[in-house]
């Protein structure tokens, strides 16, 4: 889902937040997470407002109608996606950063909308999404303190995760392409992806962001969780 992760944007090797003050540390990390939950919180009214308006149900036959469509929608996302990760990471203007973080949200909103109205009508539970959604939200918890505990640093995965994220990939546009399906097995594989990516995130943003980078942090981690809570809610409706 998320159109780039971490492991596609390399760091500086020198003036990184490792090498900062511990007050300058402590203080990206917070903005980090601060912008975190801000674009999660943007995230959920978002598509909480637009799912009322009754635009599920539009996006489900706009998205769903073809698989081809669903391949222009994906790849869509993925343009989108690359230029707002250009803009938050942008070293010149703050309000491009804020820009661009907003745009990834947006298109997050958009690209999840289908699913979000379609979940409750496969899995024949209507509190399906807050489900998935609590299950996320402890897997991150989780993952983050395994990450800021071990004092590991998971960067050391990102030349494994950039290959798996391009076999996934291709095995996504292969299904779009192909009677293919790809199926609950898929989904777990995604999980554990997703859940690699966010593990190579937090320690990205412990030592190997710049100061002032933080805004780029929140989004690159935004989309790993995304990812996770996607193929996460995708297992819940591949139960019945």
Avoid at 82 to 100: K, P
Avoid at 117 to 135: E, T, Y
Wanted: proline residues 3%; glycine residues 8%.
């Amino acid at each position: 889902m998320a159109s780039e992760h971490p492991y596609f944007n390399p760091y500086s090797t020198s003036g990184t937040i490792a090498q900062s003050p511990q007050e300058t540390r402590l203080d990206f990390v917070k903005k980090t997470y601060w912008h975190l939950a801000a674009a999660m919180a943007a995230f959920a009214i978002l598509e909480t407002l637009l799912l009322k308006a009754g635009l599920g149900e539009v996006a489900m036959r706009a998205a769903f109608g073809s698989r081809i469509g669903w391949l222009l929608v994906l790849g869509g996302f993925a343009l989108v996606g690359s230029i707002a990760d250009r803009w938050a990471r942008s070293s010149t203007s703050l309000s491009t950063q804020y820009l661009g973080l907003a745009v990834y949200v947006v298109a997050e909103v958009i690209i999840f909308l289908p699913m979000l109205a379609l979940a409750p009508i496969v899995s024949g539970d209507p509190l399906v999404l807050g489900k998935a959604a609590v299950v996320t939200c402890a897997m991150v918890l989780g993952l983050t303190a395994v990450a800021s505990s071990t004092r590991t640093d998971f960067t050391f995965m990102g030349g494994f995760l950039k290959v798996c994220g391009m076999v996934a990939l291709g095995a996504v546009v292969l299904a779009c392409l192909t009677p293919i399906t790809l199926g609950f097995w898929f989904s777990v594989v995604m999980v554990v992806f997703a859940s690699a990516c966010i593990l190579y995130q937090t320690s990205a943003i412990q030592y190997h962001y710049q100061p002032g980078q933080h805004v780029a942090a929140a989004l690159s981690l935004f989309a790993s969780v995304a990812l996770l809570f996607w193929y996460i809610l995708r297992i819940f409706m591949r139960r019945n």
